[in-house]
């Protein structure tokens, strides 16, 4: 460690057969580190999606800051420039479950809850792709209708962007919805829990614009110490200031009324990114806000609604709340990105995680009707990759899109999630106890059985490891680690081994662990009924 003016220097070169993750989800596709990555702002960076001041060694050690601090990856080294204070290397053991686990109890301990259960227990559906800025009454209970009538299982219903009349003001837009209440009430009836998408801008020289400016509730420009004007994918707005307590209690009180007064059971909280916060620009109640202080306070909000959803964050590592990968392209390149993101996510202290949405969230990529052009297959492996994650959540609607085959292949990938909902939210209650990953890499189970760079197969929990197929070709290997494992024919494979598999599109490779260390009090022994159903 070195000082330069005010900024503190860390080089940490890597050690013999050592490897290194952390700090950003959205670059899980170049984790462990092996290639050089350009210099990455913490303190104004998070790429669309989770950030932490943490990294992790496969050899046991750690970097933890309170802070933001600049990275990058240069020279088989991790080089880290801090303008707060010095960034230490901690030794926490030899594994990477040693040193990540040390770094979750030291510094984002595990809450003891989990969001509500039934986001792991059954899919989740979004609004987005087919309604997109038209979000109204009629279409969204069609959308509900036709996840029924198509044979998919009811579960957590999204309405996204656009329902209110507009931003800062939490009004359903009356000529396009004539009665919310009677709606939310009869998605209760078909059996959807129901959530809106919220963020933190407010709509220029709106009414709540004006009461909020005069109580002091919005982020002010530096220079004129009027609100600041900021821009982001839907135009320029105010923003909501959330290092003041009195704009966060109004801010709640305003989501509390929609639960009171119509029946909605949580939110969608979408921005939060800390590139809307530069502070040479902007300044917040609180005097010394970073930008990430920002983020945090709006991950903050969502710890008192058990329905919630976030895509960008700062810290807030375990707590119970939801965070979704961001928008992916529809493409297999995009397919291959969903698990080493979604590992990323667990070992940055975020194990409540849904990988995007099912075939990627770029909704231009779905417009039309004509089914013969799109990549049907792909939708088929996105929703298998799916199926055996934490949460799955579909935007696009299958039976829209789809062929009645590949439908029905995407169907039992759904019924599939429901089917493992059990051991999902068992999974889930255990990271609230321990910290633990749900999604857990190879080298985290296995540690130095050479799966370090292993990326396109992974476990859930302790017992199921997963190898979804993320290529156009019906085939992939598997490398089976220490244990005996069971397929889902009953079918017995001792580890050490590696295996080609011809895998038919309407088939997801996975296997259940028979021999573990009892390494928990909560999880299934060896000789337990098994995790896969035979009814």
């Known amino acids: 460690m070195g000082c330069v003016g005010d900024l503190y220097h860390a080089v940490v070169p890597f050690e013999d057969e050592e490897y290194w993750w952390g700090g950003a989800v959205a670059l899980g596709s170049k ?40 990275f990058e990856i240069k020279n088989n080294s991790l080089i880290i420039t801090s303008a707060d204070r010095p960034v230490t290397v901690r030794q926490a053991g ?5 040193a990540y686990l040390t770094a979750a109890a030291a510094h984002f301990p595990p809450s003891g809850t989990t969001p509500d259960s039934l986001f792991f227990t059954m899919p989740q559906y979004n609004t987005w792709i087919e309604l997109m800025y038209n979000q109204n ?47 939310i009430a009869q998605l209760h009836a078909m ?113 008192q609604f058990p329905f919630n959803e ?69 939708i088929v492996r996105s929703a298998q990759v799916h199926a055996l994650m934490p949460m799955m959540q579909f935007s696009v609607a299958p039976w829209r899109i789809l062929s009645r085959d590949h439908l029905a292949i995407v169907r039992q990938a759904a019924w599939l999630h429901v089917g493992m909902g059990d051991y999902m939210a068992a999974c889930a209650a255990h990271s609230a106890k321990t910290g633990e990953p749900i999604v857990r890499h190879m080298e985290y189970a296995f540690p130095h059985e050479g799966f370090a760079q292993c990326t396109d197969q992974f476990m859930i929990g302790e017992r199921l490891l997963v190898a979804p197929v993320v290529t156009p070709e019906n085939v992939r290997t598997v490398r089976f680690p220490s244990g005996t494992w069971r397929d889902e024919n009953g079918q017995t494979i001792e580890g050490g081994v590696t295996r080609q598999y011809d895998v038919p599109l309407e088939k997801l490779l996975c296997f259940e662990r028979t021999t573990q260390p009892c390494t928990t009090g909560d999880e299934h022994r060896p000789g337990q009924s098994s995790i896969y159903k035979t009814d």
């Open 31 to 70: 984790m462990p580190y092996l290639q050089p990555v350009a210099a990455f702002d913490l303190a104004l960076r998070n790429d669309n999606n989770q950030t932490a001041p943490l990294f992790l060694s496969s050899r046991g050690r750690y970097v933890w800051s309170d802070s933001p601090f600049t």
């Open 94 to 98: 030899t594994t990477l479950r040693e």
């Open 137 to 183: 009454q009629d279409d969204v209970l069609r959308y509900a209708h036709d996840v029924v009538r198509n044979g998919f299982p009811p579960g957590i219903l999204m309405i996204d962007d656009n329902w209110q009349k507009h931003y800062g003001n939490f009004a359903f837009k009356p000529d396009k919805f004539p009665d919310p209440k009677a709606m």
């Open 191 to 303: 059996g959807f829990k129901v959530m809106l998408w919220v963020c933190p801008f407010v709509s220029p020289d709106s009414p709540e614009y004006r009461a909020l400016a005069g109580r002091g509730y919005l982020i002010r420009e530096k220079a004129t110490d009027a609100p600041a004007v900021i821009r982001w994918w839907n135009g320029a707005s105010a923003c909501y200031d959330l290092t003041n307590p009195g704009a966060v209690d109004c801010f709640v009180a305003q989501l509390k009324a929609l639960q009171t007064d119509y029946g909605v059971d949580g939110f969608k909280f979408d921005a939060g990114d800390s590139r809307f916060y530069n502070p040479r620009h902007i300044a917040g109640f609180d005097a010394d806000a970073l930008a990430v202080t920002h983020s945090e306070a709006w991950a903050a909000i969502g710890l």
């Open 310 to 378: 976030f895509r960008a964050c700062w810290k807030m590592g375990g707590q119970p709340l939801v965070q979704r990968l961001g928008d992916k392209d529809y493409s297999w390149a995009a397919l291959r990105l969903l698990a080493p993101d979604m590992l990323a996510a667990g070992l940055l202290g975020y194990p409540y995680a849904c990988p995007d949405m099912i075939g990627g969230g770029q909704f231009t990529s779905f417009l039309g009707v004509d089914a013969d052009r799109f990549d049907q297959p792909l």
